[in-house]
């Protein structure tokens, strides 16, 4: 008989944050297919689980896929986790996964903690609807381009970033999706967790006057979508301003935000000036 392939969600920092059921597993399984087995075997060492672990990782995944289907199909029960979080979000493990389903083996989830879902029962925003985006393109051009195609979604936006590359992303979310409320999520359920939330140019502000930045970071953004907004337009541009926008950039945030043509909005903006 073969598998099964239990799927297996492991802290995000604190290791008192994993399941009964999850430990259970991982002293049970035949073998654990991990990104990184040194930093698997802290996990396993902190609750005294000594079973093989067999690296799997995006460099490696399309070679051991077989491997590990092969282990599978002899009837082997395989737990796959991820570094940190929950296996398959932002990390390895979907060709393993497909795999399986189209042999007839059982994926057997383990449910467990997540980066996005911890950042967003914290943050504050809106939760009805959401939108994971994983990591932005790491070169601005391309990471503009992506928030353009995400500015009118209404839900709440949700990505990963790197701590080298969260201002210039921040200031990427602020020219294309103009002065909205961020939450900016670091070192999750660690020692130094925490949490930085208002208009994304105070944010940044704030993150870029440190200099050097470490930890892991989910980047939360309000939600998108056209607001009913009633205040007068040049009113609207002058608070845009005051968050950090220049002239320019705050007349096409409240044109975007209005459904307005620039320059409906500069032309009411102008008959305000003495």
């Given at each position: 008989?073969?598998?099964?392939?239990y799927v297996v969600g492991t802290p995000i920092g604190n290791l008192e944050d994993i399941?009964?059921?999850?430990?259970?597993?991982?002293?049970?399984?035949?073998?654990?297919?991990?990104?990184?087995?040194?930093?698997?075997?802290?996990?396993?060492?902190?609750?005294?689980?000594?079973?093989?672990?067999?690296?799997y990782h995006e460099h490696n995944e399309a070679e051991r896929t077989p491997e590990l289907?092969?282990?599978?199909?002899?009837?082997?029960?395989?737990?796959?986790?991820?570094?940190a979080g929950t296996p398959l979000v932002s990390d390895p493990g979907y060709r393993l996964?497909?795999?399986?389903?189209?042999?007839?083996?059982?994926?057997?989830?383990?449910?467990?903690?997540?980066?996005?879902?911890?950042?967003?029962?914290?943050?504050?925003?809106?939760?009805?609807?959401?939108?994971?985006?994983?990591?932005?393109?790491?070169?601005?051009?391309?990471?503009?381009?992506?928030?353009?195609?995400?500015?009118?979604?209404?839900?709440?936006?949700?990505?990963?970033?790197?701590?080298?590359?969260?201002?210039?992303?921040?200031?990427?979310?602020?020219?294309?999706?103009?002065?909205?409320?961020?939450?900016?999520?670091?070192?999750?359920?660690?020692?130094?967790?925490?949490?930085?939330?208002?208009?994304?140019?105070?944010?940044?502000?704030?993150?870029?006057?440190?200099?050097?930045?470490?930890?892991?970071?989910?980047?939360?953004?309000?939600?998108?979508?056209?607001?009913?907004?009633?205040?007068?337009?040049?009113?609207?541009?002058?608070?845009?301003?005051?968050?950090?926008?220049?002239?320019?950039?705050?007349?096409?945030?409240?044109?975007?935000?209005?459904?307005?043509?620039?320059?409906?909005?500069?032309?009411?903006?102008?008959?305000?000036?003495?």
């Amino acid at each position: 008989m073969a598998g099964p392939l239990y799927v297996v969600g492991t802290p995000i920092g604190n290791l008192e944050d994993i399941t009964f059921r999850a430990v259970r597993v991982l002293r049970e399984a035949d073998l654990i297919a991990c990104e990184d087995t040194r930093q698997t075997r802290k996990l396993l060492d902190h609750y005294e689980i000594n079973k093989p672990v067999i690296s799997y990782h995006e460099h490696n995944e399309a070679e051991r896929t077989p491997e590990l289907m092969a282990r599978l199909m002899a009837g082997a029960a395989v737990a796959m986790v991820s570094d940190a979080g929950t296996p398959l979000v932002s990390d390895p493990g979907y060709r393993l996964v497909t795999a399986a389903i189209e042999s007839g083996i059982a994926v057997v989830p383990v449910p467990g903690p997540s980066a996005l879902l911890t950042a967003l029962a914290a943050s504050g925003m809106a939760t009805d609807a959401l939108f994971f985006g994983g990591f932005l393109p790491a070169k601005s051009g391309q990471r503009r381009r992506t928030l353009e195609g995400l500015q009118t979604i209404p839900a709440t936006l949700i990505f990963y970033e790197a701590p080298h590359r969260i201002v210039e992303t921040l200031e990427d979310v602020e020219q294309v999706l103009g002065p909205r409320q961020v939450v900016m999520a670091r070192e999750l359920t660690k020692i130094h967790e925490e949490f930085l939330r208002g208009p994304v140019g105070e944010v940044r502000e704030q993150l870029a006057a440190r200099g050097s930045i470490k930890g892991e970071i989910t980047l939360l953004i309000e939600r998108g979508g056209r607001r009913v907004d009633h205040r007068p337009l040049a009113e609207a541009v002058e608070d845009a301003e005051r968050s950090g926008l220049s002239r320019m950039d705050a007349i096409k945030a409240v044109a975007r935000d209005r459904g307005l043509s620039k320059r409906e909005v500069y032309d009411a903006v102008q008959v305000k000036q003495p």
